[in-house]
């Protein structure tokens, strides 16, 4: 009996390698040591050269990998002009809600010259990425993904895109060398610049220079012609409606007609936006991502398998994301396995990530793109995905430059039908709802979570986390105890409003409903015995971001459900950059009845 057992245990030690179960990468003696040194250069990520953020001399940052379970420690040095922090973007923080990276919230700001150490420890599995929480530091290229490989008794839903052991073990392979693909919108002058001409005008001035793939890309110009037969039916009628006739040469809609659209009757002055932030396209050489695959790695019988994590490093765009010619097997979102769907093209917001399988079986050189889906501006970016030996420079695409989809049978991932895989259930009932008006404070440019701007002045301040407030009643924070089940309910009031990607700090939270109008009720259970309909608690999408519903002509609203685990002073905010310095966010005291201890390294840090 007891040799059956040893000899039993000796066969799973080696079992998880020849059944083709997760390898994980080596482990650590000790907690799994990084070290992030940021400084303020000259680089050309689309081949123009500005002053950005490089993280140890390079963008994007390094690949942090880590494996569940593991203890991790991050020291950020600041070598740059400015002050700084590093946010850990969905992970949970659990019992280290210090080193959530959030200035004036969770700790003080990492002065130029001072380095910061962040523990914590690595209880999720999944893909997620890192990036800079201060002002618009994000913006001039503080980001970097970070991968952590699941425990090997972790369930996959492999099983649900293949049944044969060979291709099983290709897919598991694949899944284990996943590779980030971080896609970013990027703009030929740096944030303090940006952030001085909205202020100046009034306004957002949404239109960039490139988008990028793994911090390559270019500056694509095109001919007024090409500019005239992209312009869509929705971007004509706004040229209509603010007297223009076309798109500018960077293919946005004028200064002046976002500063009609955008100002809800605040007033702009778009002449003081330079030139070159609209009118002027000077196309660069840039350079182009390879993702190299080789024949025979991960293979099966008929091909290979790769499997690639987007990550939506963007600062303002909503893109729709495709390979030509391959279908995707998405099997994570926001880090997590569901029950995969095949598709051929994904809309990606500001902070989400999907993981994906592709099954290669025809050697060539196909392009990846991502174009943006927003009216104020047409552009995309492309990188390439080499398979084999291969020399075909064309491939025929599923989206065209505006993200639509070029012929009626492209099949996009269907966020409503998502499924946690295995089932992860949404309490029935909550224990506070909480509904927050979104709109603008007062400027076009100045957006709210709930009708009170949130202050830049926060940053510099004594961190909400050493100094919590019970009783505040300011619009601006949200204070929950532990083991409660919350309501967010998001209304758009006033339109026209874009989706805002609303971000949580911490956990994840359930996507249950939706609608359009203004949500007339006071709380989920009294809304579904009316519209029953425009809600689901059996099954919803479980995510760490949502988008909240468009409305560009009625109000709609968005409800979110999550359940309070971890106490700690935690960030919900819109993560399009203008919006987030703009004042779209919130702070969530969870669990205020079992505050957390902060240590005192923390607590008195300074530099
Ligand atoms: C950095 O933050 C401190 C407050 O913590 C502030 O006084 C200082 O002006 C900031 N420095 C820069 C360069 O922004
Ligand atoms: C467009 O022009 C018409 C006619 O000159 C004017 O009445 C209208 O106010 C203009 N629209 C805008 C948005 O400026
Ligand atoms: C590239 O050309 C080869 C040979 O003609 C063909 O088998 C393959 O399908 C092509 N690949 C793509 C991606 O079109
Ligand atoms: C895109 O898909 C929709 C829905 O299937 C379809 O109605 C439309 O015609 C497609 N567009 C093109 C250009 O084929
Ligand atoms: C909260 O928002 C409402 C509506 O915008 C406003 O009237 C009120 O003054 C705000 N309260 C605080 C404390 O800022
Ligand atoms: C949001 O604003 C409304 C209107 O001022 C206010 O009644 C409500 O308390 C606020 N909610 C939070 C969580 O601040
Ligand atoms: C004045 C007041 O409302 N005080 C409350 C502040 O919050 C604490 C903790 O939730 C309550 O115990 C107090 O009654
Ligand atoms: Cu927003």
């Known amino acids: 009996m007891l040799r059956k057992l040893v000899s039993g245990l000796a066969l799973a030690a080696v079992l998880p390698f020849s059944l083709g179960l997760t390898p994980r990468l080596a482990p650590v003696v000790g907690p799994r040591r990084f070290h992030l040194t ?17 993280i140890n001399g390079q963008f994007p940052g390094p690949l942090l990998e880590i494996n569940e379970g593991e203890d991790v420690w991050v020291t950020v040095e600041n070598h740059m002009p400015y002050n700084t922090t590093m946010h850990y973007h969905g992970i949970e923080m ?27 420890k690595a209880t999720q599995y999944g893909e997620y990425w890192y990036h800079a929480h201060h002002r618009g530091q994000l913006d001039d290229g503080q980001y970097g993904p970070l ?31 996943v590779k980030p693909l971080i896609l970013s919108d990027w703009r030929n002058i740096d944030s303090d610049e940006v952030y001085g001409i909205e202020s100046a005008a009034n306004m957002e001035v949404p239109c960039y220079d490139s988008l990028l793939i793994n911090g390559k890309g270019k500056v694509n110009c095109w001919s ?26 960077k293919a946005c809609l004028p200064k002046e007609v976002d500063a009609k659209i955008i100002a809800a009757g605040f007033p702009t002055d778009p002449s003081k936006v330079p030139d070159a932030i609209y009118d002027v396209c000077t196309p660069s050489e840039g350079s182009n991502e390879v993702v ?64 994906f399988l592709v099954h290669l079986t025809n050697p060539g050189l196909y392009t990846i793109r991502h174009a943006s889906n927003l009216v104020v501006q047409t552009i995309s970016g492309q990188a390439t995905l080499a398979y084999g030996q291969a020399t075909n420079q064309t491939t025929t695409p599923y989206i065209d430059d505006s993200g639509h989809n070029t012929t009626a049978d492209v099949v996009f991932y269907n966020l409503k039908a998502q499924k946690a895989y295995p089932p992860y259930p949404v309490s029935q009932e909550v224990d506070q709802t909480f509904i927050l008006n979104m709109g603008n404070t007062n400027a076009a440019w100045k957006w709210s979570m709930n009708g009170t701007e949130e202050p830049l002045s926060l940053d510099d301040a ?31 009031v006033r339109f026209p409003q874009p989706p805002h990607p609303i ?97 005192p390294k923390y607590l008195n840090y300074a530099a």
Not at 98 to 106: A, K, L, R, T
Not at 156 to 168: M, V, Y
Not at 463 to 489: G, H, M, Y
């Open 38 to 54: 940021l400084t303020w250069e000259k680089y050309a990520p689309n081949g123009i050269s500005r002053d950005m953020i490089l």
């Open 94 to 120: 659990k019992g280290t809600p210090y080193s959530d990276g959030v200035p004036g919230v969770s700790q003080r700001e990492i002065h130029p010259g001072g380095s910061f150490l962040y523990k914590w």
């Open 147 to 177: 991968i952590i490989h699941p425990k090997r008794s972790t369930p996959t839903p492999f099983g649900l895109i293949a049944k044969d052991p060979k291709t099983l073990f290709a897919i598991k392979k694949a899944v284990a060398k």
């Open 224 to 249: 007024p012609e090409k500019i005239a037969a992209t312009t869509s039916p929705a971007q004509k009628q706004l040229l209509k409606i603010g007297n223009a006739t076309s798109l500018t040469p």
């Open 292 to 355: 190299k695959v080789k024949k025979g790695e991960c293979s099966d019988e008929r091909g290979t398998w790769v499997a690639l994590d987007i990550i939506g490093a963007y600062s303002t765009v909503t893109t729709v994301f495709s390979i030509d010619q391959l279908s995707l097997w998405v099997y994570a979102v926001d880090g997590e396995y569901i029950e995969p769907q095949l598709v051929n093209a994904i809309t990606v917001s500001n902070g989400e990530r999907y993981s």
């Open 462 to 492: 004594t961190p909400i986390l050493f100094n919590p407030q019970p009783n505040l009643t300011n619009n601006l924070t949200i204070t929950t105890l532990l083991d409660q089940w919350i309501d967010l309910i998001f209304v758009a």
């Open 503 to 599: 971000h949580k700090h911490n956990n994840k939270m359930w996507l249950i409903g939706s609608g359009q109008g203004l949500f007339k009720w006071s709380s989920v259970a009294e809304a579904m015995k009316e519209v029953p309909q425009s809600f689901n608690l059996v099954n919803p999408p479980r995510r760490d971001g949502f988008s909240t519903v468009d409305a560009p002509r009625y109000s709609t609203w968005t409800a979110v459900r999550y359940h309070v685990t971890d106490p700690g002073a935690w960030m919900l905010h819109c993560h399009i950059q203008t919006h987030l310095i703009g004042g779209m966010a919130m702070v969530i005291q969870d669990g205020i009845d079992h505050w957390p201890k902060v240590p």
